[in-house]
Every structure is written in structure tokens, then in C-alpha cells.
């Protein structure tokens, strides 16, 4: 059952961020890398916001539901209100799914404080997130042209073989199509029975206090920035802890500044800089006539977003591109040599090994992610995560929730190794 | 050439073709080879030109006052003070040339020039004030001091 | 071989030698002239002086071989016989009772000899004449009626006009005072028919016609002399001042009722009142009157006559007469032309000349002197040009490139020295308040001696009236001559000198005191 859950996650998200990617079906990267697709671009879509709430109505969030005014029901209850409040003409649409998905209009959304809306019939035996990928393939029917985001709202219990699922569901729907994941964790009362543990069941009534409280997921897939605006009009709500949020997305910077030099001394005795006619970003330098280059240090501060994951600078990626010619082709004439973390920034010694004839160089560097592992998981999702919560033991947190998290952050890095810096390098051989 | 103000205007394109010569080629072949640290190799060659453009100017002033000393009726028949004057303008080349070499010096302390640029630098500094005073006074001096000139007495 | 002469009878004749002499070391005098003076008086300070004079300026001559063009100074070729002088008597106690043999006469021809003792007093045959005639020209005009033409001067001024064929080729020119003695005597004595005019050797066709064109210049009274007579010489025959007058008087009636030979006479005199010239002397070394300006317009009397070009004989003689029109001596005072179209260019041409010979003179007494010795003159343009400071050894070159050597200093301390007696000459000229001619003693001291560059840096630019420059704007124009070239390249030192002061002289004068030089000049 868990299995399937995952799965049914996994599929969920694939349709949810195939509906998203239908309407805002973006290319792959494009070959050339501006200084836009560095930087996250802040500008937002003119049409209405529409957000799709996707209810797992799975016999798990009854818990949620079972005790008096919960956090969960207040959610619930003022979703609608709150976002059509925080955004102008903005549509809120609800489904409910399990192992199947449909539309559901609000009376009955409303019933979602009832024991019978987790119990119906085809639906309640499992939990397919899957399906929320596909939950409304008439999205351009309906006439919408604004952004899209669909939040499914699930305790995201899941198994190690199941996070793979669900992990490569979101990877191919929405990760893949520029489409971000917002991970939003609301802590609630609960008072029903705990499914996701590797032992069975068990039964688990929250206290006055919040750490009593078990967790949900907001898991959202869309637009970054609509993301970020939704959390900003959702922590309007006591409940929702803006910090808590986490978003992976395909480009995680605001702002970067990238200043290039010559290395002192020895290594760049055979290079001298010169004056760039390019704007901000663009760096020139004159190699000295019998010689092939020298070293160049970079450096690097840049600003993330704010529910942006931070990464490990040894762990991002160098990757060097000629322009001679109108063509853009990747290069070895500049390679990293060293990359180091400051308190500003980063600091990478980069070589430059030119061995053509006298004439003008014109390359194009761009710092990324590494492929492998370069974020961090922020530090709050380890205290909402075990590998083997019980009644006894970590009976609040989220089984693999952190494993779950990673793989998201990982599958990210992979596929998009989001940009870092970038800037024009132009080399002058001198003959 | 020695009729003032023919003199006045032979030497100062005579500087400024010196000038030319010191800043454009041979700042360009000091451009290509000094390593720089901290400045393009732009704003080097700009600091260079401007300097040299000084110290030419510095130059071209101490010949035009000589000719124009040369001239005074006063000065016709002093030769003992009018040689006097030259060796002082003379010298007061000599400082200027010193004090161009250690502007450079100091406006490229943080770069890794070496001993032979600096020795270039100093033959474009010499070219355009002591060496340029002495080649002009040589060539344009009124006639009543012109054997004051170093090298014609 | 000169066909112009000049013949200065006693001491007025002597001191308008002086100013000729002064004219031509100016440049202002013709190419040729021979001269010679006459006076019993041989030891008069007059004549000791003009004799001194001309000696220099025929040494100064004769050491400058070359000048450049327009640099005339000491133009005139002075050729002057052995002895310059004649001085009449050989021996120096000769009496007039003497030189006609009264005493033999008085045996031989009684009724000569009593005719002797009428037309002399005892006083004048017996007095010594070697002081002159002492105011009677009757004396003179018994001595000096038969000269000895076998010997000098009168032997080679026979003999030049011997040589001379047409008819007024030789210009006699005879100046002397027509008061006083010697020259009151001389002058209407060589001015007699056989004397000079007809002599035999100038006669042509049997003395219809004559090669001679005679001048004369008499000089009428124009100084007075402080009347201080010593004990001693009141007893003994002397001219004073209030004589002029009546010598005067007579000597000119004497004139016109004489039949003289001149063919042109010039009468030039001045007021007495301001014309004191020195204390009283009867003769001898101690007659040394200072010199007067009516000497130098005696002299361009002698001048523009040499220059006369009418050819042949006048019927009549021409008679010119000059004053002093006002109370002021000035360039355009001074008698200079006969012809009234040239008097406005010759004027100029005087003032020019004597302005760059001044200049010349000063110049180089001082300036030129110190940088004989200076050894920064090495680096002045103009001596480095045409100079060199230290050459050992080759005689050639010292004397090409070395003012300072001995042969070529000497020479130039020889025209220093001429330069001296011209400047003395012309400060004497000025001690009288009317002569505003140049501004002379901005340049020299009391003793009518050059004051030094720095003594007075302005005085040379002072000169003409209404100017001011420096002595630093010569050198300047010392060093515009520049390079010497031509013939002055392989002149002596001494030569190349001269013609750098010369034309410096010229150029200061031209372009900082507006004297400038006529056409043709």
C-alpha cells in the first residue's frame, strides 16, 4: 500500500506538472545561457493565478480532521478565501484523490471535516499522488491562461522503494519542464492512526502543544515565484511558518556578482587585463605574445532565493564555452583548477591553456551545480524526518521525509544543475 | 630655427612628435609585455601617456623660458649668468625626469614591473625632459646663449 | 697718388688737421688725401697734438688690411710728407733781422737795410720766431714767400702736382686763422700767384691755365682765452683777445684789395663770448687750446671742397660764408654743401658717420677691451663665431682667430688708443653748452675719458638726444653680425674685430638711435 502511495504521489505530480507544464510547456534550456537564465527571472504571468487543491482523502488525514479545529481544518477552511484574498482575480478549484482523482466542488470539499470523505468508495484504499498529474487534462478547455499551481495536501508517508516513484513522477513532471516543487510542512493536531511507520499502524493523539502536533504537506509544483507569492499570502496564517518552506527550483539565484583577475605573481605573468567594452560581467584579457595563458581568479558572491536550498560550493560545477565564430562549443581552454568557499562567496582559480595563433578568444563561463548531491537539505526538514518513527519514538515526524526531500533536491541538481554565475571572458593572444 | 617665436613652435612639435613616439609605440610594446596586477593594460598605457604628456609639457615650458631669456636685451651680455640659468634649467630637467620616474614608480607599485620596463620608461621619461632640453637648446637657442648649451662652450 | 691737399697754416691750421684727420678716421673723408702743416712753432701743443694724431691714424691704417662693406672707418689714405711740418727756419733762435741778413745788409745794401728798420720795429726783427710770427703776419709773409721746393713737404707737393696734368685736377685746399700770426701770414702768402696757383710745376699754357684748384678756408675769430698774462710776457710780443677784432678787419681788407689766386675761400667763425678754448700761451708746448667745433666745420669746408666736381676755371672766385645761425650747435647747424640739394643728405651723412664712429670707438675701448680679457667671452655668439679663445702654437691661426694674441692685441690697442684721442676730441668739442650734436658725456667721465660698461650701462643708448637703449642691446647687435664670411673669413683678428664693431656700430646706430645712413652712404 505504501508502494502504491508513492506512487500514486509520484503520478500525481507528473500530472499535476504535466497540467502546469501543458499551459506553461517551457523548452529545454536554451543553448545559450543569458544572464536572465541565470538569475531567477522575477517577473510574473499577467493572467489570473489558479491553484488546484489536490486532497488526499486517504483514511491517514483523518487524523487531522477527527480532533475539534484543527490546524488542518482551518486550512481547509480558509484556503480558498485566503488566496482569492492575496490574489486578484485567482480561481481555487479542489479534487480529492486516493487511487483514483475527480473534481470536487467546494460543498463537498467542505466535507473533508467528516470521517466519510476519507472512506469513499474507490478512492480510500490508497493514496496514488500519481493521479494528480492527471486529474484534468482540459485545463486549456476550461479557458484559463493564468499561472497554475497545484498543491497537494498529504502527509506523505512513503517507503524507500516508493520515494524513487514518486521522486522520478515529479522529475519527469514537473522537474524536467522547468517547473518548480514547493514543500511546505504545516504542523496540526492529529488524533487517528499513523500509517506511514515500518511497524504497523499506530494510534497517536496530539497534545495541547504544537509538539504534539504531526505534520502535513503542502507539496506544490508550478512557477517559483507564484509559489513564493502563495507562501508569502499563506503566512499570513499563524500556521504556516514561511521558513519552513522550501522550494526546488530549475534556478535558484537572485542576484550573483562574478569579478574575474589575473593571479598574481608567477601565474599570470603571461596575462594582463584589459578594458572590457562588454557591460557588467564581461572580463578581457591580453596573453602575452609566446605564451598560452595563465591562471585567472574568480569571485563570486551570490544572493539564492529565500525558500531556496543552499549548496555546497566544492560541489558546483565549472563548464567553460567558446563563441569564436558565432558557434558556441564547449572548451577546454579554461578549466578549474580550485574552488574555494569565502565569507563573501566563492573563489575559484581558474587556468587558461590557449594554443592557438595571435587573435581574439571570446568564451563564455558558467558556474553551476554539480550533478551529484550539491544542495543542502535544510536543517528543519531532519527534525520533521525519521527513518522509523513508532508511538514511542519520533511518533511527529514523517517517515523518510528527509530521504524524500534529498532525492527531490538531487533529482533537481541533476536534471537542471541549476546556474550559479556566468560571465563573458574575451583573450587577446598578442603575436 | 633660433628666431623667436619660430623656436617657441619647432619645439613644440618637436615634443609632441617625441611624444607621439614615446607614448604610442613604445607604450604599446611596453603594454604587451609588462605584467600587470591590478590595472588593464588600458589604464596603464593611460597613466604613461598622461605622465609623459606632463613631463613633455614641463619640458617644452623650460625651453620656451630659455628662448625667451635668450632674447632679453639684459641677458646679451652676461654669459656667465645666462650659462648659469641653462645649467639650472638644465638640472631642473635632470629633477623632473627623476621626479617622472618616481610618479611611475609609485602609480605602479602594486604591479610586477621589471627593472628592464622601468629602464624603458626612464629612456621615454629622459627623451622628453632633460634629453629634449638639451637636444632643443642645442638645435633652437637664440644665438646670444647658444653657446651656453652644454657640449658648445 | 692723391689730387687732393691739405695745408694747415699755424696753429688754427694745425687743429683743423685735427678734426679733418677725426673726420676721416670717421669714414667721412675722401679716399686720398695729402697733408701737410706749417708753422715755425714746431714745439706748439697744437701742433704736437695733430702731429701725434696723424701718426696714429697712419699706423691704424696701415694695420687694418680688411674690413667688411660699410665699415669706412680710417677710409682716408693720409699720406704726409718727411717732415710733416715746415716749419720755415732750421734754426730755432732765427730772428727776422737774421733771416733777411740785416746785418750783411746793412754793408752790402744800406738803403735796404733802412728800409728794413722802417717796416719793422726793433721788437720784430729781432724776435725769435720759433713761437711764430706772435700776431704779425707781416713777419710771415717775409719768411714764408720763398718755401724750399727742393726739400719736404714742399718737394713731393711740387712733385704730385708735376704729375698732374688737366687743369684743376689738384685740389689745394690752405686753412688757417686770419687773426694771429702764422696763419694771417701763410695763408694770403701761399695764396700768391707763382707760389702755388701758377708755380711752374701747376702752370698750363704759360699760366693761362692752372691744375691747381685752390681753396682756402680762413678762420675768423672764434675763441677768447683767459687774459692772465705772466710777468715775464708782458714785455714780449703777444696776441690778446682784444686784437681780434682789428686783425680781423685788416686781414680782410687786406684780402680784398690783394689779388689772391683762391678759387673758392670760406670764412667760418663764431661769437666770442662762449668761445673760451684755454689759458693764455704765446707759443710753444704751451699753446694747447682744446678744440672747437668751428675747427670741425673748418674742416667740412676743406671737405666739401675736395668733393667739388666742377671741372676747369671760373672766371671769379666763390665765396661762402657760415655762422652760427642760433644759439645751438646741431646736425643741421653744421655747414656741409655747398649746393642746397645736398645739404639735408650730407648732414645726414655726417651725423651718421660721426654717430657709428663714436659708437665704434666707445664700444671698443670698453666692451671691446674687456672681452680681451674676459674668459667668458668664449661663450659669446659673436666672438665664438669668429674666434677662438686658446690656440697654441700655430702662428697662422693665432693671428686669424686670436684678438688676444700679442701681434693682433697690440693692433687693437693701437685703434683703442686712436679711439681715446677721437672720444677726448669730441668731449672737448661738447665742453661748449651750445654744441648739441651727441650727448657725449653720458659716456665719458670728467677727464674726458670712456666710462665702463658698468658705469654707465645706458650711456651708449644715450647718445642721440631722444633715444634710450643699453649697452646690452650692442651686444646684441654684435651678436646679429654674426659669422664673419668673404674675405673677412681669412682676415686678420684685429680686422675681423674692427669690422664686428663696425657694423654693430652701424646697426646700433641705425636701428636703436634712428641715425640712419643716406643712400649711397
Known amino acids: 500500500m505504501h508502494h502504491r502511495r508513492l506512487l500514486s504521489i509520484a503520478l500525481v505530480l507528473v500530472t499535476a506538472v504535466g497540467t502546469v507544464s501543458c499551459h506553461e510547456k517551457k523548452a529545454a534550456p536554451p543553448v545559450q545561457l543569458h544572464d536572465s537564465e541565470i538569475t531567477i527571472d522575477g517577473t510574473r504571468g499577467q493572467g489570473r493565478l489558479a491553484v488546484d487543491v489536490c486532497l488526499d482523502a486517504t483514511p491517514s488525514m483523518w487524523g487531522f480532521a477527527h480532533a475539534q479545529d484543527t490546524v488542518y481544518l482551518r486550512l481547509l477552511d480558509e484556503l480558498e478565501a485566503v488566496v482569492q484574498n492575496g490574489f486578484n482575480a485567482a480561481s481555487v478549484r479542489y479534487f480529492k484523490f486516493g487511487q483514483t482523482i475527480r473534481r470536487v466542488e467546494r460543498p463537498e470539499f467542505k466535507l473533508a471535516r467528516t470521517e466519510s470523505f476519507y472512506r469513499e468508495p474507490g478512492m480510500f484504499k490508497d493514496t496514488d499522488i500519481e493521479k494528480v498529474f492527471t486529474r484534468d487534462n482540459a485545463v486549456a478547455a476550461e479557458g484559463s491562461d493564468g499561472d497554475r499551481i497545484a498543491i497537494i495536501v498529504t502527509d506523505l508517508f512513503q517507503h524507500d522503494r516508493d520515494i524513487n516513484v514518486v521522486t522520478e513522477a515529479i522529475r519527469k513532471n514537473c522537474l524536467s519542464h522547468n517547473c518548480s516543487v514547493g514543500i511546505l510542512p504545516i504542523l496540526s493536531q492529529f488524533d487517528g492512526l499513523v500509517y506511514d511507520a515500518k511497524v504497523p499502524a499506530f494510534p497517536y493523539r496530539s497534545g495541547a502543544g504544537e509538539s504534539t502536533f504531526r505534520p502535513f504537506y503542502l507539496l506544490m509544483f508550478g512557477d517559483q515565484n507564484r509559489m513564493q507569492d502563495l507562501v508569502s499570502v499563506l503566512s499570513s496564517k499563524d500556521y504556516v511558518k514561511r521558513d519552513r518552506f522550501l522550494l526546488i527550483p530549475p534556478r535558484i539565484v537572485t542576484h550573483y556578482t562574478i569579478d574575474i583577475r589575473k593571479a598574481p605573481k608567477e601565474d599570470g605573468r603571461s596575462l594582463n587585463a584589459v578594458t572590457s567594452t562588454g557591460g557588467a560581467g564581461t572580463f578581457a584579457f591580453a596573453v602575452k605574445k609566446n605564451a598560452t595563458g595563465g591562471a585567472l581568479l574568480a569571485n563570486v558572491t551570490t544572493a539564492l532565493c529565500a ?125 | 630655427m633660433r628666431k623667436t617665436p619660430l623656436n617657441y613652435f619647432a619645439s613644440l612639435a618637436a615634443v609632441g612628435i617625441i611624444w607621439f613616439f614615446v607614448a604610442v609605440p613604445l607604450g604599446n610594446y611596453l603594454g604587451e609585455n609588462v605584467v600587470l596586477e591590478t590595472l588593464t593594460t588600458e589604464k596603464f598605457l593611460d597613466w604613461y601617456r598622461i605622465v609623459l604628456g606632463g613631463a613633455a609639457l614641463v619640458g617644452w615650458i623650460s625651453c620656451v623660458y630659455w628662448f625667451f631669456y635668450g632674447t632679453r636685451e639684459a641677458n646679451a651680455g652676461n654669459m656667465k649668468g645666462a650659462c648659469r640659468v641653462w645649467n639650472f634649467w638644465f638640472v631642473g630637467e635632470l629633477i623632473v625626469g627623476v621626479i617622472t620616474m618616481a610618479v611611475f614608480v609609485y602609480l605602479y607599485l602594486a604591479e610586477a614591473l621589471a627593472l628592464v620596463d622601468y629602464a624603458v620608461i626612464a629612456m621615454g621619461a629622459s627623451l622628453l625632459t632633460w634629453a629634449f632640453f638639451w637636444l632643443c637648446t642645442w638645435i633652437m637657442s637664440p644665438h646670444a646663449v647658444m653657446y651656453c648649451v652644454l657640449g658648445r662652450r | 697718388m692723391s689730387n687732393l691737399f691739405y695745408i694747415g697754416i699755424g696753429g688754427t691750421g694745425a687743429r683743423v688737421a685735427e678734426a679733418l684727420v677725426h673726420l676721416c678716421a670717421a669714414g667721412y673723408g675722401p679716399s686720398d688725401l695729402f697733408l701737410f702743416l706749417v708753422d715755425p712753432d714746431e714745439g706748439n701743443g697744437n701742433l704736437s697734438r695733430t702731429k701725434t694724431l696723424i701718426a696714429k691714424y697712419q699706423d691704424v691704417r696701415r694695420r687694418i688690411k680688411d674690413r667688411a662693406a660699410g665699415v669706412d672707418l680710417f677710409r682716408t689714405n693720409i699720406v704726409t710728407p718727411d717732415p ?50 706772435r700776431g704779425h703776419p707781416s713777419i710771415g709773409a717775409v719768411v714764408m714767400a720763398r718755401p724750399d721746393e727742393t726739400r719736404d713737404p714742399w718737394k713731393t707737393f711740387y712733385d704730385q702736382i708735376a704729375n698732374l696734368t688737366r687743369p684743376g685736377d689738384a685740389k689745394v685746399f690752405l686753412v688757417g686763422s686770419i ?142 660764408t657760415a655762422a652760427r645761425a642760433g644759439d645751438e650747435i646741431t646736425w643741421s647747424g653744421l655747414p656741409v654743401s655747398r649746393s642746397a640739394a645736398n645739404i639735408k643728405q650730407e648732414q645726414d651723412r655726417l651725423r651718421y658717420r660721426v654717430v657709428t664712429s663714436t659708437l665704434f670707438f666707445y664700444s671698443l675701448c670698453t666692451y671691446g677691451r674687456e672681452a680681451l680679457v674676459d674668459s667668458d667671452i668664449s661663450r659669446q655668439y659673436w666672438y ?115 669690422s664686428l664693431y663696425g657694423l654693430a656700430s652701424s646697426r646700433y646706430a641705425r636701428t636703436r638711435l634712428d641715425v640712419q645712413a643716406p643712400e649711397g652712404n
Open chain 1, 307 to 431: 525558500a531556496c536550498p543552499s549548496f555546497d560550493p566544492t560541489k558546483l560545477e565549472f563548464v567553460a564555452f567558446s563563441t569564436r565564430q558565432q558557434r558556441r562549443q564547449e572548451t577546454s581552454d579554461l578549466s578549474l583548477e580550485t574552488l574555494d568557499a569565502t565569507a563573501s562567496g566563492l573563489s575559484a582559480k581558474l587556468r587558461l591553456s590557449l594554443n592557438g595563433g595571435t587573435g581574439e578568444y571570446p568564451y563564455e563561463l558558467v558556474f553551476r551545480t554539480g550533478r551529484l548531491s550539491p544542495f543542502l537539505v535544510p536543517s528543519w526538514v531532519d527534525s520533521l524526518s525519521s527513518d522509523n518513527p513508532t508511538s514511542a519514538h519520533d511518533s511527529t515526524r514523517t517517515l523518510n521525509f528527509r530521504q524524500f526531500v534529498e532525492r527531490l533536491l538531487n533529482a533537481d541538481a541533476a536534471l537542471n544543475q541549476p546556474p550559479v554565475a556566468k560571465a563573458s571572458l574575451l583573450v587577446k593572444k598578442l603575436g
Open chain 3, 179 to 320: 687773426f694771429g700770426g702764422t696763419g694771417a701770414a701763410g695763408v694770403p702768402t701761399f695764396a700768391s700767384e707763382k707760389l702755388i696757383k701758377y708755380h711752374k710745376t701747376a702752370s698750363i699754357e704759360e699760366g693761362k691755365l692752372s691744375k691747381v684748384h685752390l681753396g682756402g678756408c680762413l678762420v675768423l675769430p672764434y675763441f677768447t682765452f683767459a687774459l692772465d698774462v705772466p710777468e715775464a710776457e708782458r714785455q714780449r710780443m703777444h696776441v690778446t683777445p682784444s686784437d681780434f677784432p682789428l686783425a680781423t678787419r685788416a686781414a680782410l681788407q687786406y684780402y680784398a684789395l690783394r689779388k689772391l689766386n683762391f678759387d673758392d675761400v670760406y670764412l667760418i667763425g663764431d661769437s666770442l663770448q662762449d668761445g673760451r678754448v684755454g689759458e693764455f700761451a704765446p707759443g710753444a708746448a704751451r699753446q694747447d687750446n682744446a678744440p672747437h667745433y668751428i675747427e670741425m666745420a673748418s674742416a667740412l669746408s676743406a671737405l666739401d671742397f675736395f668733393a667739388r666736381s666742377e671741372p676747369g676755371m671760373r672766371p671769379t672766385a666763390n665765396y661762402f
Open chain 3, 84 to 133: 710733416l711740418v715746415w716749419t720755415i727756419f732750421s734754426d730755432q733762435n732765427m730772428a727776422l733781422s737774421r733771416y733777411v741778413g740785416l746785418s750783411n745788409m746793412k754793408l752790402t745794401d744800406p738803403a735796404l737795410a733802412q728800409l728794413a728798420e722802417v717796416l719793422f720795429s726793433h721788437e720784430e726783427l729781432n724776435t725769435a720766431l720759433n713761437e711764430g710770427f
Open chain 3, 384 to 498: 665664438k663665431e669668429n674666434f677662438q679663445l686658446r690656440i697654441k702654437g700655430n702662428d697662422e691661426e693665432s693671428v686669424r682667430y686670436d684678438p688676444r694674441g700679442s701681434t693682433q692685441r697690440d693692433v687693437l690697442d693701437r685703434i683703442a688708443s686712436y679711439g681715446e684721442l677721437f672720444l677726448e676730441w669730441m668731449g672737448r668739442i661738447h665742453e661748449h653748452p651750445q654744441v648739441k650734436l651727441l650727448d657725449i658725456r653720458k659716456v665719458l667721465d670728467a677727464e674726458l675719458r670712456p666710462l665702463t660698461r658698468a658705469q654707465a650701462p645706458r650711456g651708449i643708448g644715450s647718445l642721440v638726444g631722444g633715444r634710450e637703449a643699453t649697452f646690452d642691446a650692442f651686444i646684441q647687435d654684435l651678436d646679429s653680425v654674426g659669422e664673419l664670411r668673404g674675405n673677412l673669413a681669412a682676415a686678420t683678428a684685429a680686422d675681423k674685430y674692427v
